[in-house]
């Protein structure tokens, strides 16, 4: 059975007013008319975090951001947080249109759960066909990321990206007899502009990736939380920073990273004693 630890994770949201912390019950409770509370209450909601049981997204991210957003409460912006309330969204709404259906081969949302002794790893599919093999999972992003991905994929550097690993680590720890891993990118930027400048043509884009061996997939998990328990992990790597490889900028590090406690977030700072 694993432990809860208490009072980690993302708690709250980051006040538009002051920049200061604010825990998620505050916010729904706020009386200025800044924030729509129920976007936020539909965005927001604390998830805990057990020692020992690690999600298969942080494991395939750096290893400095899985001990900041275990070992540290966090708070985003409103606005940071909206990509990813439109991200769940569109899986709730995929789940609900076709997760009731009766083809027990064909399922959506399905929970992985692995031991890699002494952790535990889980996750959740997307979607798995159990009969062709297939695991997909669904991406709303951007139209860069979404060329990034294709380009990653034609160079034959796909997994080396999160993403490609997250497909990676659901088949080695959930599904190991499937014979094929998909992207599916939703553009949520698609427009005449963003199309031609990417070359993209359409708002959809099914991207395969490559398998690697699950001996791997063990081993990466191992070495990365292990890393993610120093003192001092290593320093997050210029892909995993999301390096725009024409300006030079760190774009996660800019304004997406959950580690806004890092030295190198590029948003506004906070002092985690100020949260009311
Ligand atoms: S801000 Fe950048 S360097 Fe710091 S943890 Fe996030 S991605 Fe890594």
Sequence with gaps: MSNLIEGVSWQGYLCPLDSKPKLF???????????????????????PVYSNEYHVTELVGPPLIMKFKRENPYYME?????FMMIGTAVHEKIDRENGSLTDFTKLHEYKIRYGLDPYTIVGTMDYVDFTSGLIQDYKCLGAWKTDDLRKKALNGTLNEDEYGLQLNGYRAWGFPEATQLRLHCIIRDYNGRTAGTYKLESQQMRINVPIVDNGYMDDLARTNIEESLKDVPRMCTPEQRWVNRKTGKFVRCASFCPVRTCPNYGGPQYNPEDVT
């Excluded at 019950?25 to 909601?45: A, Y």
């Excluded at 409103?78 to 909206?82: G, K, M, R, V």
């Design 25 to 47: 019950e505050t916010c729904f409770n706020c009386k200025h008319d800044v924030c729509d509370i129920p976007v936020l209450r539909s965005m927001g909601k604390p998830f």
């Design 78 to 82: 409103p606005d940071n947080a909206l």
